[in-house]
């Protein structure tokens, strides 16, 4: 890898695959640097932000760094919804901001209508409000969905039931 990087220091495959095994031993500062590398060399590609975005926001514990890189991956790459979920989990689950997670989320509906992982994702946010008829509706959503694989579906409506009881 490190000869592959020596003769093409642009080869973004080469340096994902840096930061995912320097990430994967623990060497997150590594890991930073090859993901802040990346969005230099390639900065149209969402996913290098979105990863310096977990980075900085779950491990580095820098949360206020990790902001404008899932900015900056949504912006690359608005379509993608895992970008605004992961957005929304990082502002709820290290932020303690259930209210920007919740602008987060609204702003993927509006970017990606339709989604069954979206609904889901709604569904389980209103179940850890305790809002359970508004978790039942997104999941009975998500089961609209034919793109829903069998056990995807399965579980969901395993999940409804729990909640109806």
Excluded: C
């Excluded at 930061?19 to 990346?38: N, T, W």
């Excluded at 605004?84 to 602008?103: K, Q």
């Amino acid at each position: 890898l490190a000869r592959r990087l020596a003769q093409n220091p642009r080869d973004t495959e080469g340096w994902m695959s840096v930061a995912f095994i320097k990430h994967f031993y623990s060497d997150d500062l590594g890991a930073r640097d090859a993901y802040e590398y990346l969005n230099v060399v390639a900065n149209d590609a969402a996913l290098p932000f979105y990863n310096l975005a977990n980075l900085y926001g779950y491990y580095l514990k820098e949360p206020a760094k990790a902001i404008p890189k899932y900015h900056a991956a949504i912006a690359r790459d608005p379509v993608e919804v895992s970008y605004y979920i992961g957005f929304a989990e990082f502002y709820r689950d290290v932020m303690g901001d259930r209210d920007r997670a919740w602008e987060v989320l609204r702003m993927a509906e509006a970017k990606t209508p339709g989604s069954p992982t979206l609904w889901t994702t709604f569904a389980a946010f209103y179940q850890g409000d305790g809002t359970t008829a508004e978790a039942i509706r997104y999941y009975e959503k998500a089961l609209s969905s034919s793109a829903l694989g069998a056990g995807e579906r399965a579980a969901i409506i395993a999940e409804v039931e729990r909640l109806k009881r």
